[in-house]
């Protein structure tokens, strides 16, 4: 499959995506925010950074980006979408997928290894780095996405860093074409860098393309 | 007209840039300061206020978490 990876400015992930789109077999190329023509191009990447300086709120401002309006339309026709940290802010700004994502808990930004649980049982361990990265969605909505299996990662015991409801690190939309999570999986595609578990996230959403 | 929006977390969402400020006060010598809350303010100057509104839905607040106030100047 072919992957786009979007880049808005700000961005600082996307290059670290697309070779993580490369690692696990398929094609990528970046797709700068003001293209509105997303053809050829099977499933989206939105990466993570700081969008147009994360003024107003993280994600604010880029969900109105022309790209953006091409990516709701794929993700509408069931195509692979994933967002990662600033890209899973966006993704939940634009509605495309459930919750928010507010300041951490302890207010610092934090950057480590965590360990975190896929819904098949898998423990991957995948680097985060955040300021605000604390999951919220009110109570009721959070029965609704446990009970329709869109919590898509969850922080392992003593691994939720920032405060996120339920250890909800990820989440995924009714279809499941749509992933978002605050953790990097393209920062861990490399047995350099000491993990290769988020590989997985990328080939868990190549079926949808 | 002019107009100024205020934009606060919504009740009952913890707020730790409140709860910091809030814990910082007693060391500066400011005792009984409580239930504070930081927030965001932005003023405009907005041809059709009808649609004020729709644009702090839209834009300048996140309903799911934020609750918005207008003021107009």
């Avoid at chain 1, 300086?53 to 401002?61: E, F």
């Avoid at chain 1, 361990?125 to 604390?134: C, D, N, Y």
């Avoid at chain 2, 400020?21 to 010598?29: I, K, S």
Wanted: with cysteine.
């Amino acid at each position: 499959m072919i992957w786009g990876v979007l880049q808005f400015p700000g961005s600082c992930d996307e290059r670290d995506a697309l070779n993580a789109c490369e690692v696990v077999g398929d094609e990528a190329r970046l797709i700068w925010h003001e293209e509105r023509d997303l053809s050829g191009v099977d499933g989206v990447v939105v990466p993570g950074g700081f969008s147009y300086g994360d003024y107003l709120r993280a994600g604010a401002i880029a969900r109105f980006s022309p790209a953006m309006e091409a990516v709701a339309e794929l993700a509408a026709a069931g195509g692979p979408v994933l967002g990662i940290c600033n890209g899973f802010q966006v993704l939940c700004e634009a509605g495309l997928l459930p919750g928010a994502l507010l300041r951490n808990q302890e207010l610092r930004f934090i950057c480590r290894q965590a360990d975190l649980l896929d819904d098949e049982g898998n423990v991957l361990s995948i680097p985060l780095k955040h300021g605000e990265g604390r999951f919220y969605a009110p109570e009721e909505m959070l029965d609704r996405l446990e009970a329709g299996g869109q919590v898509a990662y969850r922080y392992a015991d003593g691994h939720n860093v920032n405060g996120s409801s339920r250890n909800i690190a990820g989440v995924r939309n009714e279809a499941g074409n749509v992933v978002g999570l605050m953790p990097h999986p393209e920062h861990a595609v490399d047995p350099l860098t000491g993990s290769i578990d988020g590989r997985k996230v990328f080939e868990a959403l190549e079926k949808y393309a | 007209m002019k107009a100024r929006v205020l934009i606060r977390p919504k009740e009952g969402i913890l707020d730790p840039q409140g709860k910091a400020v809030e814990r910082a006060l007693p060391a500066l010598g400011f005792e009984g300061i409580g239930n504070v809350h930081v927030g965001r303010m932005v003023e405009l100057e907005a041809e059709d206020p009808e649609r004020l509104d729709e644009l702090c839905e839209k834009l300048l607040a996140n309903p799911l978490i934020e609750d918005y106030e207008i003021q107009h100047l």
